[in-house]
């Protein structure tokens, strides 16, 4: 069974400053998602990284894939105040497992972020 | 281009009722999948539609149920009503384009807020 787990489950820290937020899944999968949520709001698509080695930057935020260690990064840099939200990474399903492609994300646990000027 | 939209966006109700929730997809969009979240359980997903077809089903009771219109229009059922399916349930639309390798990004909307007294 694909298990999704995240860390550090809430973070603080200071405008400004760097920090990475982990994502580790347990089986094969062949997407990975980042999405952000505001409080009392929808998730909103960050980032899709699709294979091995796989990095993509918006902005202050990068995102970055390592499919043998099964372990994705959303790094930030020079955080600012309007970075604050939960951030959830989230994984599909192996396609073989299902004769192609699902819409069936797993889901980690989010990671609360919450920048202090 | 709309986003998806979802009906109602606040819903109370007793335990014991049954409530129907709306999703309307990006225009174009074949894939509608539904996602609950919970503070406890996180996003958990429920059940993808593609092409008025049940395709993926997640680890719910059957008191869960869906279906979709020939408009792509999802609406996602719950009888009998128990006080742990108060929660944010999330509907998300794709092109349903599953050819591996693609990214296929799920869209979210605002979600409907069900409260079960």
């Known amino acids: 069974e694909l298990k999704v787990e995240q860390n550090p489950l809430f973070l603080s820290m200071q405008e400004g400053k760097n920090y990475t937020i982990y994502c580790n899944y347990s089986t094969t999968s062949d997407r990975l998602y980042w999405y952000r949520q505001d409080p009392g709001k929808s998730l909103e698509s960050l980032f899709v990284?699709?294979?091995?080695?796989a990095v993509k930057q918006e902005g202050r935020l990068m995102a970055s894939l390592d499919t043998k260690a099964r372990l994705s990064t959303l790094h930030i840099t020079a955080a600012v105040h309007d970075l604050s939200a939960t951030y959830f990474c989230?994984?599909?399903?192996?396609?073989?497992?299902?004769?192609?492609?699902?819409?069936?994300?797993?889901f980690g646990t989010g990671t609360l972020l919450a920048v202090q000027p | 281009k709309a986003g998806v939209t979802q009906t109602p966006r606040y819903l109370i109700k007793t335990r014991g009722q049954q409530v129907t929730l709306s999703c309307s997809p990006i225009?174009?969009?074949?894939?509608v999948s539904w996602y609950q979240q919970t503070p406890g359980q996180g996003l958990q997903f429920l059940f993808e539609y593609f092409s008025e077809t049940q395709r993926n089903k997640g680890n719910f009771p059957g008191r869960f149920s869906g279906r979709q219109f020939s408009n792509s229009r999802s609406e996602m059922n719950v009888s009998t009503l128990e006080l742990g399916d108060s929660a944010l349930y999330l509907c998300a639309s794709s092109s349903g384009g599953l050819l591996a390798g693609g990214t296929d990004t799920q869209y979210f909307g605002p979600g409907t807020r069900l409260t079960v007294l």
């Open positions: 225009s174009g969009h074949r894939s």
């Open positions: 989230a994984v599909d399903p192996p396609f073989v497992n299902y004769g192609g492609a699902t819409n069936k994300l797993i």
């Open positions: 990284l699709l294979s091995n080695g």
